[in-house]
């Protein structure tokens, strides 16, 4: 029995798609957990992009069936949209599954994430696509789910009882137009054919499957920096990205739970607002964009850069209780004569090694930096550890110890065989 889990680390795009790609190989079962199409994952295989938002990456593998288990929200626009795109990619959807406990995405959804995120104060930079808006109808108890959209009076009456109460919301706090409710249902009610070859009990076939002794790999989005419990509250999202969520949003059990996977870039990066203490507003922060490529796979956003933060490494080692971890674009930061990595804060005089996760003290948190020498050399091309600069393994070495857990692969570039395995 072997269920794996790959956990974002930091604030998200810490390359996870490419992390999961190499371990699916070797699963039965790819599985999403969590959130919803406001996460990219890319993977390049062979010289061809696949772009994936809602269906798991794992779909690349013949042998894998790729689960979107019941934590997560889907908007059936977006996965039309992309399942059309993968099928014209040639990729084989037959072994596609999607729990019947999924909440949809509606577009009532989308426009108040909209509306909110257009205000003026409090907005969190959400990716838009609705998504706290899902999770709040769900923790409200009036979400629509995909069980609902198989049988139409049902899911018609589902959207009628959710727009009384959103639709006034929608005219009388936003001053915007309200949603129609026959318009809607008679747009989505025909997706349930569109969806109902793969729905399936999604707990009943994963716990079923881990009882047969099936291997199985969760596929982590966003970040622990993210979670709405564990995150930098209120600048998350709306789900549980850490691995303890891979157990709600599958029913699989935490003692079941055989390894956990944390990836990591080897800076830092988040998009959207809230506080990012190693952040660099200068020359050294667009070097690493741009050689990052770090623009957004969803929305396209520049996405904000800083030096590697080993307090929140850390914390997410201890949230998530890494097994493994996962160094991902060690390559961009080659040509750096020292690089810097954050050991602790300073908060109001003080120094902590603890993450504080509160948003407002950490905005206030100055960074405690180490520094480390750089390598010249570009390193893409290495294809074994120890062809790595010395200097770069000494980096790597360091982050290892500071978070307290090994570093099983280290990644140089977007391709499968630019990565570096550790036994
Ligand atoms: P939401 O998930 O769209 O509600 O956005 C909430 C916060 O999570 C914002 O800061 C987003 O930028 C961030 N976020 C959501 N999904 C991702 C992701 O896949 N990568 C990085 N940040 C994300």
Redesign the pocket.
């Known amino acids: 029995m072997s269920v794996s889990v790959v956990v974002g680390a930091q604030?998200?795009?810490e390359a996870k798609g490419k992390v999961v790609d190499l371990l699916a190989h070797e699963a039965d079962y790819v599985v999403r957990y969590a959130?919803g199409s406001?996460?990219?994952h890319t993977v390049c295989v062979n010289g061809t992009t696949y772009k994936f938002h809602l269906i798991p990456s794992g779909i690349l593998h013949p042998n894998a069936t790729a689960v979107i288990a019941d934590g997560v929200v889907m908007d059936l626009r977006a996965f039309v949209a992309e399942a059309d795109a993968l099928q014209a990619q040639g990729v084989d959807l037959s072994r596609l599954r999607i729990g019947l406990g999924v909440h949809l995405t509606m577009p009532y959804h989308r426009l108040l994430?909209e509306l909110e995120e257009s205000q003026v104060e409090g907005r969190?930079?959400?990716?838009?696509?609705g998504?706290?808006p899902t999770y709040g109808d769900k923790a409200w108890r009036i979400g629509v789910r995909v069980a609902d959209l198989l049988d139409r009076d049902r899911f018609a009456q589902r959207v009628r009882r959710v727009l009384q109460r959103r639709n006034p919301t929608i005219q009388r706090v936003y001053n915007a137009k309200p949603i129609d409710a026959d318009a809607l249902i008679d747009e989505f009610a025909p997706y349930a054919e569109r969806i109902r070859p793969y729905v399936c009990d999604a707990p009943h076939l994963l716990m079923g499957a881990v009882e047969r002794g099936k291997r199985l790999l969760m596929e982590g989005?966003?970040?622990t920096l993210?979670d709405v419990d564990y995150g930098t509250y209120p600048?998350?999202?709306?789900s549980h990205p850490i691995a303890a969520g891979a157990c709600l949003g599958t029913g699989i059990a935490p003692n079941r739970l055989s390894a956990i996977w944390g990836v990591a870039k080897a800076y830092t990066t988040?998009?959207?607002?809230?506080p990012f203490p190693t952040e660099l507003t200068d020359a050294v922060g667009d070097r690493i964009r741009n050689r990052g490529r770090e623009y957004?796979t969803?929305t396209g956003?520049a996405r904000r850069v800083g030096w590697l933060d080993l307090v929140a490494l850390r914390y997410a080692a201890r949230v998530n209780g890494f097994t493994a971890l996962a160094v991902t674009l060690l390559d961009v930061l080659s040509g750096f004569e020292t690089l810097k990595v954050c050991v602790a804060y300073r908060l109001d005089g003080k120094t902590t090694r603890e993450f504080i996760a509160d948003a407002p003290a950490l905005a206030r948190c100055e960074p405690v930096y180490e520094e480390l020498p750089g390598w010249r050399e570009e390193i893409d091309g290495c294809r074994t550890l120890n062809e790595l600069p010395a200097n770069a393994r000494a980096y790597l070495q360091f982050i290892e110890q500071a978070v307290g857990a090994p570093i099983r692969l280290v990644s140089v570039g977007p391709g499968r065989e630019q990565t570096l395995w550790r036994d």
Do not use: F, H, M, P
């Not at 988040?270 to 809230?274: C, N, T, W, Y």
């Open positions: 604030w998200g795009d959130g406001n996460a990219g994430d969190i930079g959400t990716t838009k696509r998504i706290g989005a966003q970040g993210l600048y998350v999202t709306s988040r998009v959207g607002e809230g957004g969803t956003r």
